[in-house]
Each structure stands twice: as structure tokens, then as C-alpha cells.
């Protein structure tokens, strides 16, 4: 696969990734962010749903970069300090001086309450796959038919999420991948879809496909995440060693940018 993306835009904000992983908790920190917004093509003033964002610096990021004005979405408090993710967005926003162009909202899919035909863009990453791995299919799907609700016609969607690759999961990785639910690396088998059964879950909630693929650095970002994960670093023999031992043989990062029909 080529690799020769270049990330002008988060490069500036990448120097400390021991930061950017305790801001965002998922693989790709913000150069997946500058991917999944250059895809999408975000443009200035337009209005866009941040679905799932832990504490809102990738939110920040796509304000003050792209110049959107942007809602954060996140129904949660921190897992470390307690604290709403929503606060931690609006402190962000203080220090990225985005304040006025985003906004956090202590709510989550698939009910928002969000007025229909809303957004320009709907944005998410490594927040969809944990709702199928902790409450299934449906309230997956849901999520989308949500997502295609809040969007306005000819609206974008773009869907980052960890994904596994097409086949069956190498034998010596099964038994750790399939022992239960959740969505550590145990419940993954379940939380995981491929590129193309996602793609054809937003295809059937009515979507427009325009692009669909696994990231070309979606395994540096896993190994990036599984170095700098606060989580990941506490207890190295956790998921960082799992995620290791999988060496991008399953696990992959992938993403749809879809369309609600105009
Ligand atoms: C793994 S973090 C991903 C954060 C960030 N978007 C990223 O890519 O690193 C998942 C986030 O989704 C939030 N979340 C969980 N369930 C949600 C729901 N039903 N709706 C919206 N956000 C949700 C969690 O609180 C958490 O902040």
C-alpha cells in the first residue's frame, strides 16, 4: 500500500504524542483527524457533529484548522479524573482559542435530539465500533439512520474506525480476541467490522458511498497508539503487548466518506 501521506497540518501539534494519545484515546490522534478532514473535504464556517470525543482536542483541531464551527458529542465523563468529556472540550477550546467556534453537548448516538437536516458534516472516529461491541448490531445501526437523520441533503459523513482486514483471524490471536464482550482487545472480534461490511451498513441506512479504504498508515497509528496510550504505557503487558503481537496482521484502521443524497 503507498505510504507517502504527509500530515503538514498536525505535524505542528505532534511532537508530544504522549499529550495527543491522553487527549484522544484512540489510534491516529490528530494526523487521522487530518486525514478523515481532508477526505471529507471540510471547508470554513461549516457546521459539523463531532460524534465521541474523549477531550475534544481533535474537535479543537478541525476548528481551528479547517475553521468549522463544531459540536462535540459525548455522553461520558473521563475515566481518569471523573470529569465530563464535554469540559475537558470546553478547556481545550479556551487553550486551542476556539472557543467560539465549538460548542460540547452531554449527549450521545443514537439519541441526540438533534433537529434533522442540521449538519454540513458529521465527523467520528473510534466511538461508532464501541457501541456494536457493547450493545450489537442494531444500536449500531441505529447510530448511522441517526448520523443520516441529523445531516443535511448532500451532507458528508465521515466514519474512522478501527476495523480488522478481510479473512479469518490468525489462530494464535483468536483466543485472545474472542474470550468475551466489551471493548478491550477480548471483545474486538466484536466490536470490528471490515471496510466492506461497513460500507455496506451505511450503503443500506441510505448513505451515498464516495470513498471507503483502510487508512495506508492505519497500522502505524495502532503502533503509535499502543507506545503513547497512557493506558497502554501503565500497563505494557495489556493491550500494547496484544496489539504488538497482532503487528497489523488483523487489526487495521478504516474509513467511509459517505453522502446523504441531496
Ligand atoms: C475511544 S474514544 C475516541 C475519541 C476520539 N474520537 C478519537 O478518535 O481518539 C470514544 C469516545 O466515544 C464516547 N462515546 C461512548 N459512547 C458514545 C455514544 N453513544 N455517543 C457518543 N459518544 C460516545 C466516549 O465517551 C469516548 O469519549
Not at 462535540?72 to 478547556?91: K, V
Not at 490468525?170 to 460500507?199: H, M, N, S
Amino acid at each position: 500500500m503507498n505510504k507517502t501521506i504527509r500530515y503538514p497540518k498536525s505535524e505542528k501539534y505532534s511532537n508530544n504524542l504522549g499529550i495527543i494519545y491522553a487527549e484522544c484515546s484512540g489510534p491516529g490522534g490528530l494526523q487521522l483527524t487530518e486525514f478523515m478532514a481532508e477526505k471529507m473535504g471540510l471547508r470554513r464556517h461549516a457546521r459539523l457533529l463531532d460524534i465521541g470525543i474523549e477531550r475534544g482536542c481533535q474537535t479543537c483541531f478541525l476548528a481551528r484548522e479547517y475553521g468549522v464551527q463544531a459540536i462535540g458529542l459525548d455522553p461520558d465523563e473521563d475515566r481518569s479524573d471523573g470529569i465530563p468529556h464535554i469540559e475537558h472540550l470546553m478547556r481545550n477550546a479556551r487553550l486551542w482559542g476556539v472557543e467560539d467556534q465549538v460548542i460540547g453537548l452531554k449527549l450521545g448516538v443514537p439519541e441526540t435530539h438533534l433537529s434533522a437536516n442540521t449538519f454540513d458534516f458529521v465527523h467520528s472516529t473510534t466511538t461508532l465500533e464501541m457501541v456494536r461491541g457493547l450493545f450489537g448490531e442494531e444500536l449500531y445501526r441505529q447510530c448511522l439512520s441517526e448520523v443520516f437523520r441529523i445531516l443535511r441533503p448532500g451532507g458528508i459523513f465521515g466514519l474512522g474506525e478501527p476495523m480488522h482486514l478481510e479473512g479469518t483471524i490468525p489462530a494464535d490471536l483468536a483466543p485472545i480476541y474472542t474470550q468475551g464482550r466489551g471493548t478491550g482487545p477480548e471483545g474486538w472480534a466484536k466490536c470490528f467490522a471490515t471496510v466492506e461490511e461497513t460500507t455496506t451498513a451505511c450503503r443500506e441506512t441510505g448513505f451515498e458511498l464516495l470513498e471507503a479504504g483502510n487508512a495506508p498508515d492505519g497500522w502505524d497509528w495502532w503502533d503509535q497508539f499502543s507506545k503513547n496510550d497512557p493506558y497502554c504505557k501503565t500497563n505494557p503487558d495489556g493491550e500494547a503487548r496484544i496489539i504488538q503481537q497482532d503487528g497489523g496482521r488483523w487489526l487495521t484502521y478504516g474509513y467511509v466518506i459517505a453522502r446523504k443524497p441531496a
